[in-house]
Structure formats: structure tokens, C-alpha cells
């Protein structure tokens, strides 16, 4: 243990920041290549607080193998309504996709990661990264409990202003002016 109390420890040299879409896909790809990984998500079911029309294309769950995804509902019309503009639809004549709820897409995309090679923790928020000479720091809180973690290569795919922009300046955060804000509700069919 060090002086500030934290385990400062290398087990794995790919860390993944974030369990939606971009970080399963990762996952995905590193257990195929059999490269040893930690994935790590602040969310207990993957994508279950995220706003979303939940609209997955045929071609995204073909990419991805997914045969099947629990409670969703074929697409084949989309009815848009803008402010001040008629409402539009597109009808395609033919099934284009699914609407399906996050959760129900986060937990179907962790099941079809597998677990070969990686270390998936989920409720676990990272609050920092830091590049030092020796690699990545991470620095990982879970109920209560913080922790440091170091790696060689780290996945940051936790949003459109994910964690790292804190510390590693690769780009500049969006501006809140620029962000749109969403209300988000489920009607029983
Ligand atoms: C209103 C709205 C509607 C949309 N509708 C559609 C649609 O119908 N179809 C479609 O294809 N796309 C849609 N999108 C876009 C889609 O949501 C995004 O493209 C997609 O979620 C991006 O995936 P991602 O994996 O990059 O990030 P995210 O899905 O944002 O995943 C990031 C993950 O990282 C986690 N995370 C964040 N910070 C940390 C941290 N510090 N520590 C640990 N974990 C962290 C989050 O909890 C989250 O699970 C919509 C977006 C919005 C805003």
C-alpha cells in the first residue's frame, strides 16, 4: 500500500473506460484476439441511464452477431416531428432495424463479449487518468472504496466527454452550449 492508501497495480495491458456500444465492441474484439483486457463501467446493466431512441440498424446487429435482442420491436416507418415542421415519415417497405431499450442492448452486446481474456467490472467509476512515463494511471472508485490501477493502453470510451479529456488534453471538451438535452420516457405498448 502506498502513502496515499491506494494498491497502485499492472494486471492487464489494455484497459477499457466505458461498457456502451464503443467499449463492448473493444471488448469484443480484444477477447477474439485473445488479448488480455479490464473493461469498466459506472452502470450495473450496461446502457440501462442512457437517452436513446434505441433504434439499432439490421447492418449493426449483423456486425455484431446478434440473432436475437429481448423486447425489441421491428422498425420498418420512421415519423419524425421538428418545432415548427409538419410531421415527416419514411416509410422503408421493409424491416431496417429494431427499436430496443439500452439496457436490453448493453446486456445482450456483454453476453456476446465473453469473458476469455478480460476482466469486466462493472459499477466502477474511473475518476481520473493520468499518462505517466510508465503508462497509464487509472484511478477507480466502487462503493466507497478507490483504487489505482496502471496499464500500457487505454480504451476511453465512456461518451462524448469521456473521463480522460479531464487530464489528457487530445481534444477540447464540448462546450455545454453546444450539448443538446433530452427527456427520455417509455410508453406501454
Ligand atoms: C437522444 C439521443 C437519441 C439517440 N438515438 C439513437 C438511435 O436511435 N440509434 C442509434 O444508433 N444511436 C442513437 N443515439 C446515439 C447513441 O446513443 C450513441 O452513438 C452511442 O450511445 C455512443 O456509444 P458510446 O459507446 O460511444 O458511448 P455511450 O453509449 O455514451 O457509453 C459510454 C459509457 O461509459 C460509461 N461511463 C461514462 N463515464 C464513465 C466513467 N468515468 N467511468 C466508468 N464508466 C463511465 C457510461 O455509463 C456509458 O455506459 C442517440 C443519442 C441521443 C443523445
Redesign the pocket.
Known amino acids: 500500500m502506498t502513502a496515499t492508501g491506494y494498491y497502485v497495480q499492472c494486471r492487464h495491458p489494455v484497459m477499457i473506460?466505458?461498457?456502451?456500444?464503443?467499449?463492448l465492441i473493444a471488448a469484443r474484439v480484444l477477447t477474439e484476439l485473445d488479448i488480455d483486457y479490464m473493461l469498466?463501467?459506472?452502470?450495473k446493466v450496461?446502457?440501462e441511464?442512457?437517452?436513446?431512441?434505441?433504434?439499432?440498424p439490421s447492418g449493426a446487429l449483423r456486425d455484431f452477431g446478434i440473432d436475437t435482442l429481448p423486447g425489441a420491436h421491428p422498425v420498418t416507418t420512421v415519423r419524425m416531428k421538428f418545432p415548427r415542421q409538419d410531421m415527416q415519415t419514411v416509410e422503408f417497405g421493409a424491416k431496417v432495424g429494431v427499436n430496443v431499450s439500452r439496457a436490453n442492448l448493453g446486456m445482450t452486446m456483454l453476453k456476446h463479449v465473453g469473458t476469455g481474456s478480460g476482466e469486466i467490472r462493472l459499477q466502477?467509476?474511473?475518476?481520473q487518468v493520468t499518462v505517466k512515463q510508465s503508462g497509464c494511471e487509472l484511478t477507480l472508485h466502487k462503493q466507497g472504496q478507490s483504487e489505482k490501477l496502471t496499464s500500457e493502453i487505454v480504451i476511453d470510451?465512456?461518451?462524448?466527454n469521456p473521463?480522460s479529456l479531464k487530464t489528457v488534453q487530445l481534444r477540447e471538451r464540448l462546450p455545454d452550449h453546444l450539448m443538446?438535452y433530452?427527456a427520455q420516457y417509455q410508453m406501454e405498448l
Request: proline share 6%.
Open positions: 473506460i466505458g461498457a456502451g456500444p464503443a467499449g469498466l463501467s459506472r452502470e450496461p446502457g441511464n442512457k437517452a436513446c431512441a434505441g433504434f439499432i466502477t467509476e474511473v475518476g470510451a465512456s461518451g462524448v473521463v443538446g433530452t
